[in-house]
């Protein structure tokens, strides 16, 4: 496991993303944009109609999985950054190039696990109405921790798995969320550590008018990958077979 502090992470992010800030933000608006107005496919009125419902849950879980060849152009986007290469906005959509069918099945993972663990709440407030009893809301909270917990120990596990698809094309997409789950044992709590380190800064960006958020959004992500980095730089080759 390696030593490095959040802080340092963070200092390395700060430093590798001066001068890019505008590229990286670019990439960021365009890549909201794009899930912007494939969001508005799913957006059609459901009130009181459960085939409806059902029907834009399918459409809205096909995108996001698709969406995951964005992910992926990410991911090469800051290791490009984190790598000291040249970037570009265009970068984000590098994920179509390489390997896209393993970016997808990557991407479909967290996408399902999210659509389980939201969905008895969903369902509970869609079939309950407008009851509002503390019984119904202390279950509703109940399963929504449960969720929660869920999704952020897969998210944790396989957070690894774009980066490295990026860095072992050859590997399957079975392959490469196996070696993130080997690298992510006993980095988990790191990089939640990380990642919750930021919330002053998204608090204090949506208490001033938002604008802040694309530079933090930005920061944040190059840290992740800086993290991504210090995995893979203290991993022996043999721990990664």
Do not use: C
Request: glycine content about 4%; aromatic content about 12%.
């Amino acid at each position: 496991m390696s030593n490095t502090s959040s802080a340092q992470l963070k200092a390395i992010a700060k430093e590798k993303s001066l001068d890019r800030y505008g590229t990286l933000i670019g990439a960021n608006v365009l890549i909201f944009a794009i899930q912007v107005i494939l969001s508005g496919i799913t957006t059609i009125s459901a009130s009181g109609n459960f085939i409806i419902l059902i029907t834009n849950q399918i459409i809205s879980i096909i995108l996001n999985i698709l969406l995951g060849v964005l992910v992926s152009g990410k991911a090469y986007l800051y290791m490009n950054l984190v790598y000291s290469q040249s970037t570009s906005a265009a970068d984000i959509f590098f994920g179509l190039k390489l390997h896209p069918e393993k970016a997808v099945i990557i991407q479909s993972l967290f996408v399902v696990v999210d659509f389980i663990v939201s969905l008895p709440v969903a369902l509970l407030l869609f079939f309950t109405n407008e009851s509002s009893s503390p019984s119904l809301i202390f279950t509703l909270i109940a399963i929504a921790l449960i969720g929660i917990v869920i999704n952020v120990y897969v998210q944790l596990t396989y957070s690894q798995a774009f980066f490295l698809l990026h860095d072992f094309p050859d590997r399957t997409a079975k392959e490469l969320l196996h070696t993130s789950k080997k690298l992510m044992k006993g980095n988990r709590l790191r990089l939640l550590y990380v990642n919750l380190s930021y919330i002053p800064l998204y608090l204090l960006g949506i208490i001033t008018l938002f604008i802040p958020l694309l530079w933090i959004s930005v920061y944040r992500y190059a840290t992740v990958t800086v993290f991504y980095q210090d995995l893979i730089a203290g991993t022996s080759s043999s721990n990664t077979q």
